[in-house]
């Protein structure tokens, strides 16, 4: 179905949608480290400045860009989506959006981008007159305002705004925490590239009070009307009007951006508001995303899944940086550098030792910060994900002497990355609750479960088995570092907890999810709803459990959670709220964590098959997650990005359709499975070992990867788990590590 929506380029670096009707905002995300932003094949969408605690100061709620012509206008970026036009393009690329457009003779193009330094983001709209005469027009851009209050009915809104004519711009200013800076005058402004002809800066002078920026009030009147605001809801609107003879085409450039003094907002204007520097700054943002990505692509038989795979990188780098977007998830940006790691490991470390330092003293690690604040909302799992991410960032470069790099904790005391990672092991080991498992508290990796602990004595069996996971790469971390003490009594460690979950966490035929506060089994079948959860099970062999009962958990998954739409989260769905447990079993049935098809654990479900060396479930997990291969999904979901799940079939009319993009490690980690596990490249202190579980249908297949300053050209042929033969540089070698040189390798499998 995607088809009728769009189409990759050729290299996958570009996403073209084809109409402006589809059955939701499709989102492109475009970032800088303190500024994120986010547009749709429409428009819609939002930005918003952060600071080092997660204070933001949000700018755009909205985009809107209009002609005006006479008594005739219309939206020049697909709004209103059902408005007849001779051509409708959006074209979403890393670092920027363009839409284009034809109608009567006009041809537009509206481009969007965000400097990869700088609290702004930049709109280009370009006008071509293709008709015979010559064409009296005005072009208006529009955003709505994320700076000032909400818009509610009866509410108090008290922006200040109007044109400074001296700066051809919309100023306003309000006074915020920011920065640890107390309370600032902060400005925001929208400028244009030639002095403006008109201005609006209220809601109600630009959309009106019952109107919306698909059918804004200004075009009724035929332009807008040069009001400032005061004492009402802010908007930004610039008018220029332009004559263009026949084949002329005019640029403007739009500048909206966030500063501290009217000092800044001179400085960003006058470097931003010009055609040249829009596509300066257009050049440098594309390098600059497509360059933080570049050391990894992937040639298999599906061409969609080649481009695909080129966004997923940008997605993990997404993730790595802003987390969940609506707040700064620890474990999410932990676990998305993880992912990083395979792709970029010198941004991955970067990213990581600016993670550790939001980390308590303790090992403890918070769920978020947020608003000026370290915000833990009792989640237990947070730290477990620290020696993961450094174990991975470590063996892709190699750096043992990472371990020393010296790290501030949250309360400003330092410790070593090696001390940080101890503490988070030795944390969670101390932080146990019923059988000596560990504490689920407010919430494990299932966010929704925040009610199962919060007494202290529930425990989640999928953190303990996250837990031993984690003390095992501490114990190989340890070696690397020369501690064998410290790796003894992790592994010592791990051991108790293994017999410990072995012996409370199995429920017969697969793991337990968790025991509440009350000591009662979450996840067993005695329980009349989430009677079966997958996460324990995938973990089970991810932190080898048992090598006995992981493969009956595994059989015991094909057994009862599958489905048409793919593996499913957990079964039977919660009907009914159980304040033992959480918000989980508020949730519709088959929505998300309950009883949906999550493609966050699908992406671990083919790590883990690929593992065990089941090639046809690896192959099915990759058509399940991807919306265009799933048969259910048919393509309803952006095939440039993934969501974190698909509806279940007790949703009805939602069944087979997507949930939240982008907002989601479902992408970052679909990605690692791809390179670290289905190709099979594994990164080791020794080099790069190759270990693939290739899907049948994939009988030639490549990946081309920069590992420590060499380029693999590694091309697969046969498909299949087992290697037959390694040749490097033509010349067969021993072993399944390659050798540090570039070269160019074939893997022959059986």
Known sequence: MDKNYGYFSKDGKQYNIITPDIPRNWYNYIWNDNYMSFTSQVGAGESFLQDSLGRRIGLVKDRGFYILEGEKSYGICGLPVKAERDKYLCTHERGASRVHTEKDGLVSEVGMTVPRSGACELWSVKIKN????????????????????????QGYNMAVAGLDKALGAIVTSRYIEFEKKG?????????????????????????????????????????LSNSPCCGEKLAFALEKKMTLSQGEEK???????????????????????????YGDTLAKTLKSFDGEVSDVSINTPDEKLNCTFEWLKHQSNMGSRWARVRHNGYRDM?????????????????????????????????RTFKDGTIQDKNFADNTVWLNFTAASIIKELGRPDILDIQVPYNDGSVGSVYEHLYRSVDFLYNFR???????????????????AGLEGKGVSVWLSIAWCRASDTFAELAEIYGNKDDAKQARERSDEMREIINEHGWDGEYYLCAYNDKGEKIGSHTCEQGAMFLIPQLWSVLANISEDRKIKAMDAVEKYLSSPLGTLISIPPYTKYDPSIGSVTTKPAGVHENGGVYLHTIAWKIAVDAILGRAEKVEEGINTILPYRNKVVNGRAEPYTLCNSYFGEQTGYRYGTPGQSWRTASGQWFQKALINYVFGLYPEMEGLRISPCLPPSWKECSVTKKFRGCTYNIKFINGGTKIKEITVNGQVTEGDILPLVDAEVVVVTE
């Open 334 to 366: 932990t676990s998305d550098t993880d992912c990083l790691a395979c792709v970029n490991a010198e941004l991955a470390l970067e990213r990581f030792l600016r993670i550790l330092t939001y980390q308590y003293p303790n090992g403890y690690a918070p």
């Open 183 to 223: 309370k600032r005058q902060v400005y925001a402004f929208m400028a244009l590239s030639e002095q403006p002809d008109g201005y609006d800066c209220t809601h109600n002078s630009v959309i009106g009070p019952y109107g919306s920026f698909a059918y804004p009030v200004f075009a009724d009147r035929g332009g």
């Open 251 to 277: 640029e403007i450039v739009f500048v909206l951006g966030i500063a501290f003094s009217e000092e800044e907002v001179k400085k960003s204007i006058d470097r931003f508001a010009s055609t040249d520097s």
């Open 130 to 153: 293709d008709s015979k005469t010559e064409r009296n027009i005005s072009i208006v851009g529009y955003c709505g305002s994320g700076f000032d209050e909400e818009y509610t009915r």
């Open 433 to 451: 609750g019923h059988h000596g498992l560990v504490r689920i508290w407010g919430g494990d990796w299932n966010d929704c479960m925040n009610t």
